[in-house]
């Protein structure tokens, strides 16, 4: 089996970018089980070759030259020299912005708004801790929702841990969303029946049907 190479990070100023190209190495690394402590120095050469441009410069410099400073490097402390040297303080900053302004969708459902919150917390140069992202999540809630699990079940993100509150948070969330669809087929139903639709037409008298016999009527 081949994997293909991860795309080669080039030093751009951009978390997203070098988030996603960490996950790819790593993914290949998995892959091919070059993982654990007596895998690192063939992690540290690998990862120079997933490395291109300023980031390559950088590398062949720091790592790999015989002037370096850091004579023996390991995985972890590349990836975040890496990090320091590249990602600047204005797109960490902005990391935390996102985190903040995040809020719930009911489109895509309290799981997203979730999972979301924890990606955009890992991107953070001090993420929040449990506390806080309890705190997050149940603030970025409608009052629907944060009403129901209150009073059905006393959550709160003092007393509660993550995984209940999400797990009852998806229930109420599952609730409400079959009352509206309830309350929406009983509309169109009550709608329906006001405009008398689907009700047959009383059929036009004639002759043949109203049950009178036709008048004649005679000239003298």
Not at 58 to 85: G, M, P, Y
Not at 96 to 122: I, Q
Not at 176 to 201: D, E
Request: charged letters at 25%.
């Amino acid at each position: 089996m081949k994997i293909s190479q991860p795309k080669a990070y080039k030093g751009q100023d951009n978390i997203n970018i070098f988030d996603e190209w960490v996950n790819q190495i790593l993914h290949w690394f998995r892959i091919y089980k070059v993982t654990g402590p007596i895998c690192d120095g063939d992690r540290v050469m690998y990862t120079g070759a997933c490395l291109e441009d300023l980031a390559g410069q950088w590398f062949d410099q720091e790592v790999e030259s015989l002037d370096r400073t850091i004579r023996h490097w390991t995985f972890e402390d590349l990836v975040c020299a890496l990090f320091v040297r590249f990602i600047h303080e204005a797109s960490a900053q902005n990391a935390a912005e996102k985190y903040d302004k995040m809020r719930y969708s009911s489109e895509r459902g309290a799981l997203v708004f979730y999972n979301d919150m924890r990606r955009r917390a890992a991107r953070m140069v001090q993420p929040p801790d449990d506390y806080s992202m309890r705190r997050k999540f149940i603030n970025g809630l409608p009052l629907s929702l944060v009403e129901g699990v209150v009073k059905a079940h006393g959550i709160s993100a003092e007393h509660s841990a993550m995984e209940q509150i999400l797990a009852e948070v998806q229930k109420m969330e599952s609730a409400l969303k079959m009352i509206s669809n309830h309350s929406r087929t009983q509309a169109v139903k009550s709608s329906f029946r006001g405009t008398g639709a689907g009700v047959p037409a009383k059929e036009k008298s004639s002759p043949e049907n109203s049950g009178n016999r036709p008048k004649y009527f005679c000239r003298w």
